[in-house]
Every structure is written in structure tokens, then in C-alpha cells.
């Protein structure tokens, strides 16, 4: 029987610093450890060394995307093996490049070819997608192009504070097109720290459904940091218990 092709989930952050990538960080390893799914993280934040960090790679020369994109030769699961660090958990990783001076824009055709392709090898495909980055040297909204173009559903992370509340709407206003078909789920991170709203304030503020609100624990964040994000769900506790039920949610409502 043919493998069926791969989903894409695509985590957007309404601001820098939101935990946009613990949510996908720990979202891919829970994934990769508790299914039967093949799983592929795809680290979009360029120049940042985070996930190198999180994840205890050293070595800062892996290729990425951007050695592949621009290639004329045809995308092959040879190439892509390249490009892909295999983990003990199971989880696949592509990091992103570290340094940008000479860093070649890729096109939408040849990204949308790489990816094509890695749905025919990996189940479930889960994209970190920083708020600034701008694949094409177009105008900005091409960010929200290439955002929709390549996923099957879209997770939004935001900070309860008004800034990143007022960011979260203009990303929805500018998703109007393919809202219905996206149908994105909206989280509220480390709600429970300052500066966040009240909840009523909060509805006032942004309009659309919010889906869960993940609370900030200082432990499991440290956790995080120095032992990485599949050491978290060792402890059932609140944080945990919230995370293993979005990826369950996701689990159910793409396959």
C-alpha cells in the first residue's frame, strides 16, 4: 500500500520571544515519541543557534535548506538525507543556517518542490516559522504567501500582553483569504506572568477563539534548556498535561 502523503503543521509566533519554538520543540518531541508517526521539525530561524542548543549539536556547518533550495538537479530523498539530523527519540530535525551574509533566497517553486517531497517521507512535518522571516525579497505579506502555501494547519502563539494581541490580529486580518481552510488554533503562552490581560480584557482586545493557554513554569523551562524538550513529559503536571493535549488534538484532527 502507497505511504499517504505527509501532513504540514506550520507554528507562527505574533512576536519574537513568545515560545513559539518551545512550542514546536516540544510539540515534535512528544509527537516523536508517543506515535507511530515518522516526524520532521523544519527550524526556520535563521542565524539563530537555539535548536543546536536545545537538541546538543555542535557541529554549526549541517547543511539546510537553502544549501538544496536553488539547485537545479531534481529533489530526490538522497538529497534530503543530507539535509536531515536523525535523532535516538525518533525525531528528524533540519537546523537552520547560521550565517545569512551570502544566504540565497529560495523561490516558492523549488520550496515547494522540497517540501513535496518530504511529505512522501516523513507522516507529520512541523515548520518553526519566525515572525520576521521573509523567504522572497518581496513585500512583507509574501511572508503570510509562503505561510499558507505549505501547510495543512496553522497554530498562532502569542504572549497575553497587548502588543502581541494586537500583532495576533493583524496576522488573522491578513490570513482572511485562507482562513476558513486553515482554520487556525490560537495559544496563549506563559498567561499567567505579567504583563498579561484579564481575561475579559482579553476578549475585548482579540476577537478570535482562543484554543488553549499554556501556563510559564521556571522548572520545566530549565528542564528544557539543559536537557531538552522530551525530558518535560516525565512530569505530569499542568504545562505537560497541556502540550500532550494539543498534540494529541492535532494527532486526531489531521489523521
Given amino acids: 500500500m502507497a505511504k499517504e502523503e505527509g501532513k504540514i503543521i506550520t507554528i507562527f509566533g505574533s512576536k519574537g520571544g513568545c515560545g513559539q519554538s518551545f512550542m514546536t520543540n516540544c510539540i515534535s518531541s512528544y509527537l516523536a515519541i508517543n506515535t507511530d508517526k515518522n516526524i520532521l521539525l523544519v527550524d526556520f530561524n535563521i542565524g539563530k543557534i537555539d535548536s543546536r542548543i536545545i537538541y546538543k549539536v555542535n557541529e554549526n556547518h549541517i547543511r539546510t535548506i537553502f544549501d538544496i533550495g536553488n539547485m537545479n538537479e531534481e529533489v530526490d530523498e538522497s538529497l534530503l538525507k543530507k539535509i536531515v539530523v536523525n535523532f535516538d527519540n525518533s525525531l528528524n530535525v533540519i537546523f537552520p543556517p547560521l550565517y545569512s551574509d551570502n544566504l540565497k533566497t ?77 482554520n487556525p488554533e490560537v495559544i496563549i503562552n506563559k498567561y499567567n506572568i505579567r504583563p498579561s490581560i484579564s481575561f475579559s480584557l482579553l476578549n475585548t482586545v482579540f476577537k478570535y477563539p482562543v484554543e488553549y493557554f499554556i501556563p510559564f513554569d521556571r522548572d520545566v523551562e530549565q528542564l528544557y534548556l ?30
Fill in 106 to 182: 529560495i523561490s516558492d517553486k523549488n520550496l515547494l518542490k522540497i517540501f513535496n517531497k518530504l511529505k512522501e517521507i516523513f507522516d507529520l512535518i512541523l515548520i518553526d516559522y519566525p515572525f520576521t522571516l521573509n523567504l522572497k525579497d518581496n513585500s512583507k505579506k509574501d511572508n503570510f504567501n509562503n505561510l499558507t502555501q505549505f501547510c495543512d494547519k496553522l497554530l498562532l502563539v502569542s504572549l497575553p500582553d497587548l502588543i502581541s494581541l494586537n500583532n495576533l490580529n493583524i496576522i488573522i486580518n491578513q490570513l482572511s483569504d485562507s482562513i476558513n481552510y486553515l
Fill in 226 to 255: 539543559e536537557k531538552g524538550p522530551s525530558c518535560i513529559f516525565k512530569y505530569n503536571i499542568k504545562i505537560t498535561r497541556d502540550l500532550a493535549e494539543i498534540c494529541n488534538n492535532l494527532i486526531k484532527g489531521l489523521f
